[in-house]
């Protein structure tokens, strides 16, 4: 659970700041939301789970990136297909009712779910290789049936 709820926040973070930027710049058409959407996923691929430099290889943050850039575009064209007019009311911005079109909305599911996602697959804590951990029981397994002083 834990996990899950660490997902969502990274990416409800990198995908909300990326909804902010597309809603601040008045981009709310498809072909930003794509773009947005892309670069969302290739972030929170990069940010959630393993960090970077955690890693073993080079190429597992790369291909979690890219894989992400596809999730979050395929997730847009979803987003967009499905939920063409969806609208945003903010009632607290001062000076009166702010509407959105779908591309920040996009932007922060795109973010919230791939976070879910690979926090969940790639965060756990890796196991040891067989050779230890094999040594490690033989050497538990030893200790007790040592007899005792």
């Avoid at 979803?78 to 509407?99: M, Q, T, Y």
Wanted: charged share 15%; hydrophobic share 50%; net charge positive.
């Amino acid at each position: 659970m834990q996990r899950v709820l660490f997902g969502l926040l990274k990416g409800l973070l990198i995908g909300g700041g990326a909804g902010y930027l597309l809603l601040h710049l008045g981009w709310t058409s498809s072909i930003p939301a794509y773009l947005a959407c892309a670069v969302v996923g290739a972030l929170v691929g990069l940010i959630c789970g393993r960090l970077p430099w955690k890693s073993e290889t080079i190429w597992t943050p790369v291909v979690k990136m890219i894989v992400g850039s596809l999730v979050g575009a395929g997730l847009c064209a979803l987003g967009l297909k499905f939920l063409p007019e969806a609208k945003l009311s903010l009632a607290a911005v001062p000076g009166g009712e702010l509407v959105t079109n779908t591309a920040p909305v996009l932007a922060v599911l795109v973010g919230a779910l791939y976070g879910i996602f690979v926090e969940v697959d790639d965060g756990g804590s890796r196991p040891e290789n067989d050779k230890s951990t094999k040594a490690l029981q033989r050497k538990k397994a030893a200790e007790r049936s040592l007899p005792e002083a």
